[in-house]
């Protein structure tokens, strides 16, 4: 069965500081895809990224970075010089191409003070 | 484009009663899902659906049902509401999922307590 474990349940950073927020995995396929979301304070989902298991090059979108390791099973995210509007739940998700569900880890609530 | 649309967005229930929680998106997309999410925790999936006339099971679908007779509208119906189910709610969309995976498109939540 797929899993997601997010360890870290709260990070606070001071403003301009940079943060990874750490996503590990578990899944038997050898095709699947991996995402990161953000909940701001509002409540709704954003989606950050999208990434398959075949492509194991690190992405970077401004301030925002991600690190794919499939020895480790891991999908890190990064935020660099941190802002206040980064406050929020970071979900990382899992999805098998066997199967149509997407498996979110438990989230890290992230806080960034000024 | 509206998107995804949820309604109502907050909701007080008695034990024991029933409730529609509505959910329609208009980018004509044939997978929908409903997850939960309940405090300090990630979302689970109750139920979803390839496409009108097809729903299946999630990880927690006990307490809830689903139809879908339009690519448009996914209601989830709680029947007999219970404390556990106080939740905030979401409904999501996408093209497509499993081999061809893409990203979700949620609506805004609707939050419900059962007391």
């Known amino acids: 069965a797929q899993k997601v474990t997010q360890a870290q349940t709260e990070i606070s950073v001071v403003e301009k500081e940079d943060v990874t927020l750490d996503c590990v995995y578990e899944t038997r396929d050898t095709t699947y895809y991996l995402f990161w979301y953000k909940q701001p304070p509002s409540g709704e989902l954003v989606f950050l990224i999208r990434?398959?298991?075949?492509?194991?090059q690190n992405e970077i979108s401004g301030r925002y970075s991600w690190n794919f390791q499939k020895s480790t099973s891991s999908f890190n995210f990064t935020i660099t010089a941190s802002q206040v509007v980064d406050s929020a739940v970071y979900f990382c998700?899992?999805?098998?191409?066997?199967?149509?569900?997407?498996?979110f880890g438990e989230g890290t609530q992230l806080t960034v003070n000024p | 484009n509206a998107g995804v649309t949820q309604t109502p967005k907050f909701r007080i229930l008695k034990i024991g009663q029933s409730m529609t929680l509505q959910c329609t998106q208009d980018m004509n997309h044939n997978y929908m899902y409903w997850y939960r999410q309940d405090p300090g925790m990630g979302l689970k999936l109750i139920y979803y659906s390839v496409g009108a006339g097809i729903t299946d099971k999630g990880e927690v679908p006990n307490g809830y049902n689903v139809s879908r007779s339009t690519t448009e509208d996914f209601p989830l119906r709680l029947e007999l509401a219970a404390p556990s189910q106080t939740s905030v709610y979401f409904c999501?969309?996408?093209?497509?999922?499993?081999?061809?995976?893409?990203?979700?498109?949620f609506g805004s939540g609707t939050q419900l307590s059962v007391l």
């Open positions: 999501a969309s996408s093209t497509t999922g499993g081999r061809r995976s893409e990203k979700l498109f």
């Open positions: 990434r398959n298991s075949f492509d194991e």
């Open positions: 998700a899992l999805q098998e191409t066997s199967g149509s569900r997407l498996t």
